[in-house]
């Protein structure tokens, strides 16, 4: 008697490759042009920049308060050795 598996993920992709919206930069990072993270990188910032000029001075803090986090446990490791 044999029994029957159900694969949920019957293509073996890694699950951020099926995100609707982070999957196509993945997968573009890991396989298309070689000057892919500069578009996204000039993308992310004119994204910030229209964003300050619609929101004004919270739309520049913000991401500067949540990168506080990151620098600190950065400089915890660093310091760690």
Known sequence: ???LTLDPHP?????????????PIARELAEG??????????????AWGCAFMIWGLPALVIPALLA???VM???VLLTLG
């Open 68 to 70: 506080v986090p990151m």
């Open 33 to 46: 042009d070689a000057d892919f993270p500069f578009y996204l990188l000039a993308a992310a910032l004119s």
């Open 11 to 23: 293509n073996h992709t890694p699950l951020i490759r099926r995100l609707p919206l982070i999957g």
């Open 1 to 3: 008697m044999s029994t």
């Open 73 to 75: 446990l950065t400089l």
